[in-house]
């Protein structure tokens, strides 16, 4: 995202939307309005819970925050100029004359591996140590999101988060904490505490062919019946870009 206040408005949201899993984890705090990059926010808890000491010091809490999404399905989803002569006039065909939409916006086939999530944080790792000299900070911690994937997923339900907890324990993730938000949710939930991180390996990842498809669906008329199975066997009206080849 190359436009800085929209990118600054998108973190204040998801900063809010966790909230309540902040609380619990520091007590009271306020929002450093000042704390807009490197990282990307922070918190001043004047009275944090008492495992930070008997006297219990004020802390600044700092917070970068990042999507686990795809390079390439962002890429994708974001580009709002590429194609969308198609979806106005599908849109307009079916507001003006009726016309059933013939085909889905956008879709795109998503892996959910064991790794998606740590695949999307694991490139933060590095600006940690940046992170921990430039303030005072008595925690440095990692909130990341998707919107891809609900809180009810299956993927959510069935390991991926304690995949994502074993995957940044194997690899000492720097961060104090790893906190994640599910598509829509504003119950954050704690992946990763540095302090207690997973040894042992859970249970297996138990799906033969784990993906999702995210879609972009276009406008369908009411009292009519669609079969999505067959929008879905249709490409979608702006397919992805094709890669550019490399010149030899």
């Known amino acids: 995202m190359n436009n800085e206040p929209e990118k600054i408005k998108l973190e204040q949201a998801v900063l809010e939307r966790a909230h309540s899993l902040l609380l619990r984890l520091y007590g009271a705090y306020s929002v450093d309005e000042s704390q807009k990059d490197r990282p990307d926010a ?21 917070i970068e ?13 974001n580009d709002k100029r590429f194609g969308q002569d198609l979806v106005n006039a ?107 991180p997973m040894r042992l390996q859970p249970p297996p990842y138990d799906f033969s062919d784990p993906w999702t498809m995210p879609s972009d669906m276009p406008m369908f008329l009411m009292d009519r019946t669609y079969n999505l199975n067959e929008l879905y066997s249709r490409p979608p009206l702006i397919p992805p870009k094709e890669k550019k080849k490399k010149k030899a």
């Open 65 to 77: 925050i990042t999507t686990v999404d795809p390079k390439e399905y962002l890429a994708y989803f």
């Open 90 to 196: 599908q849109f307009e065909a079916s507001l003006k004359d009726g016309v059933d939409p013939e085909r889905i916006n956008k879709y795109m086939k998503v892996p959910i591996l064991d790794t998606f999530i740590y695949d999307g944080i694991k490139g933060k790792a590095e600006a940690h140590e940046a992170y921990k000299f430039s303030g005072s900070y008595g925690e440095i911690i990692l909130l990341c999101y998707t919107d891809i994937l609900n809180s009810d997923s299956a993927f959510i339900k069935r390991g991926l988060l304690e995949w994502s907890n074993y995957h940044a324990s194997q690899s000492n993730y720097p961060f104090d904490k790893v906190l994640f938000l599910a598509k829509g949710s504003d119950s954050a939930i704690k992946v990763y505490d540095r302090r207690t």
């Open 42 to 62: 922070a918190i001043n808890v004047a009275r944090p819970h008492k495992r930070f000491g008997r006297d219990r010091k004020p802390i600044k809490v700092g």
